[in-house]
């Protein structure tokens, strides 16, 4: 029987199959990237990708914004803002509404918004 490891735990060049993925279906950010069970994958670098939400991420840090697990109205509500999918963010302030820098502007937002807006840090 094959060594089952953690996505986090192969090397870069090194290839493996996904068996798993999580406790709970697969966000649709999972599916577009094709980390389906039975899928193949090879980590391209070094870097672990640790999903996390923009409230998680720490003061002065920057990421780009993967996915929106919210409906219609909240992404639109984001867009008007200029956060969406693939728009790079940095922490201003993250005590009381998260405060985020993009595009040269800071823009304010709740903290509940933020838990459903996942980043990768950059």
């Known amino acids: 029987m094959a060594e089952t490891k953690r996505l986090s ?57 993967v996915e929106i697990e919210g409906g219609r109205g909240l992404r639109q509500k984001l867009l008007l803002i200029g956060l969406f999918e693939g728009k790079a963010v940095r922490v201003v302030s993250n005590y009381g509404p998260i405060i985020v820098e993009v595009d040269r502007s800071l823009v304010a937002i709740g903290y509940g918004m933020a838990q459903k807006i996942q980043v990768e840090r950059c």
């Open 9 to 65: 735990e192969l090397k870069p060049g090194e290839k493996g199959g996904v068996v798993k993925v999580g406790r709970r279906l697969p966000t649709a950010g999972f599916l577009d990237m094709g980390v389906i069970p039975n899928a193949e994958i090879e980590m391209e670098r070094g870097r672990q990708l640790v999903p996390m939400t923009l409230a998680q991420l720490s003061l002065g840090k920057t990421a780009t914004i």
